[in-house]
């Protein structure tokens, strides 16, 4: 699928706020959804370039040889999922925050894999 219909399709997991697709080498979103005034996807894709950028460093300096399937940060009213995609150009990741009071999180990661694995970028 292309990243409209992939950011479209992660846009109907219950209480989505926005998604985006970001290339964490650069930093730049090549696409976004949702979001406005409650939440600036470009600058929440820049700065979770930061997260992924950590995480592989961290992973590399481990000797950890293993792929991340999910990075989840929870904060008081919002979940943010991040998942590296696999296929395709290693350096990007979708980026998918949710209103926790509304959010099935187990369902989100689902959809997000789901998402993730048709992505043809």
């Not at 080498?25 to 600036?40: F, K």
């Amino acid at each position: 699928m292309n990243i409209e219909t992939a950011l479209k399709e992660a846009m109907t997991v219950e209480g989505a706020i926005g998604v985006a697709l970001a290339d964490y080498e650069s930093g730049m979103a090549l696409g976004t959804l949702g979001g406005g005034r409650e939440l600036d996807l470009e600058i929440a894709a820049a700065g979770n370039t930061e997260v992924v950028r950590a995480k592989m460093r961290a992973l590399s300096l481990l000797g950890i040889n293993d792929t991340i399937e999910d990075i989840l940060i929870t904060l008081g009213t919002q979940y943010h999922l991040i998942r590296p995609v696999t296929s395709g150009r290693s350096s990007l990741f979708l980026y998918l925050a949710l209103d926790r009071s509304r959010a099935n999180l187990a369902l989100a990661r689902h959809v997000l894999k789901r998402v993730e694995s048709g992505l043809d970028v």
